[in-house]
């Protein structure tokens, strides 16, 4: 018999076709928001999924045949690890396939931090003139803090040195070449903190970086500083983040993820001027969607052809730990 690759949810129609070549492996595709049956479950060996599928004991009870699954996203918050090492399933992601995506968008709410477009756009929408445009300033020149040294935080390193940005850094679990090719100063969190006109985030949500930026830090840190944050809702403490914005403290800040999603309607974030919104959207774009697809398509061949794993889950990196919050 051959072995089955089941698909759930969105995915690229070039990746399918790619994967519909090797014909001793069928292939099954269950559209977003169609039913999966137990029967296709039953009769999986590899699964590719996104994160609108939990995968948890009961998943994996019913897909007892699969041998490994890949999630054809960054993130893995939908992913119980405990469950898959008890059934043995080689677990994969593509942290690769957003990174373009998302440095691009932060770069998108760095420019905006200074340059106070939004603020044209609703006084021209309201039927004013320039009335209440907030003066910009130039990037150039200007210390960007990037919190967190990883793929994204090195893309956006890259970025913000095209633009004439002085860079500093925090990530203690990353070698000082790293620093030295991203261009970025090493530093303290603190001293970060202290330096920087714009700080972006860019770490994964752990016991070590929940409530990362808090009134603890916001009490000493730049005044007038701009925080981006584009990595995982909790690492910035929202109501201490809206409190050092009413206090002029903070004045700017962009976010892209919440603590709680969707973000709820009465949440005061939302009645603050300073702040762009947007829901979780900044690796929405064709292009990462297109790589994420094919890098997943190609992690399975790969794993069910010679059994080679590449990106396994959980992530190896110093930053999770144990008490990871996955």
Same mark, same amino acid.
């Given at each position: ?38 029967? =296709?479950?039953?009769s999986a060996s590899a699964i590719i999924l996104r994160s609108t599928v939990t995968v948890n004991e009961d998943l994996l009870r019913k897909a ?13 918050? #939908?992913? =119980?690890?405990?469950?898959?090492? *008890? ?21 998108n709410l760095i420019l905006q931090s200074q340059t106070k477009i939004f603020s044209g756009v609703r006084s021209l929408k309201s039927g004013d ?6 003066? $910009? ?7 960007? $803090? ?6 994204i935080g090195r893309a956006v390193a890259t970025l913000g040195r095209a633009i004439g940005m002085n860079l500093c850094a925090y990530d203690p ?9 991203? $261009? ?17 985030? #860019? ?12 009134? +603890? ?19 910035? #403490? ?12 903070? +004045? ?12 709820? *309607? =009465? ?53 999770? $730990?144990?008490?990871? *919050?996955?």
């Amino acid at each position: 018999m051959k072995k089955r690759i089941l698909i759930i949810g969105r995915f690229a129609s070039e990746s399918l076709a790619y994967l519909m070549q090797f014909r001793e492996y069928e292939i099954l595709r269950i559209a977003e928001g169609e039913a999966v049956g137990e029967k =296709d479950l039953a009769s999986a060996s590899a699964i590719i999924l996104r994160s609108t599928v939990t995968v948890n004991e009961d998943l994996l009870r019913k897909a007892s045949g699969v041998q490994v699954i890949v999630t054809a996203t960054s993130g893995f918050d #939908h992913i =119980d690890f405990a469950a898959t090492e *008890r059934w043995g399933v080689t677990t994969m992601y593509t942290p690769e396939a957003n990174v373009a995506s998302v440095a691009q968008f932060t770069l998108n709410l760095i420019l905006q931090s200074q340059t106070k477009i939004f603020s044209g756009v609703r006084s021209l929408k309201s039927g004013d003139w320039r009335t209440g445009v907030a003066l $910009g300033s130039e990037v150039q020149g200007r210390t960007l $803090g990037i919190v967190g040294l990883g793929r994204i935080g090195r893309a956006v390193a890259t970025l913000g040195r095209a633009i004439g940005m002085n860079l500093c850094a925090y990530d203690p679990y990353v070698e000082d070449v790293e620093f030295t090719q991203s $261009g970025a100063a090493r530093v303290s969190f603190e001293e970060l903190l202290k330096c920087s006109d714009v700080i972006t985030f #860019h770490v994964p949500k752990t016991s070590e970086t929940v409530n990362m930026l808090n009134r +603890s830090q916001f009490e000493y840190i730049h005044r007038g500083v701009a925080v981006i944050n584009t990595s995982r809702g909790g690492v910035v #403490h929202e109501e201490d983040l809206v409190e050092a914005i009413r206090q002029g403290w903070v +004045s700017f800040a962009g976010l892209d993820v919440f603590a709680k999603e969707p973000l709820p *309607r =009465d949440s005061t974030l939302l009645q603050l001027p300073q702040v762009i919104l947007t829901p979780h959207m900044s690796s929405l774009t064709e292009d990462a969607f297109f790589k994420s697809s094919q890098m997943a398509a190609e992690k399975v061949l790969r794993f069910l052809r010679e059994g080679v794993a590449t990106d396994t889950l959980p992530p190896k990196a110093d930053w999770y $730990g144990v008490e990871a *919050r996955w």
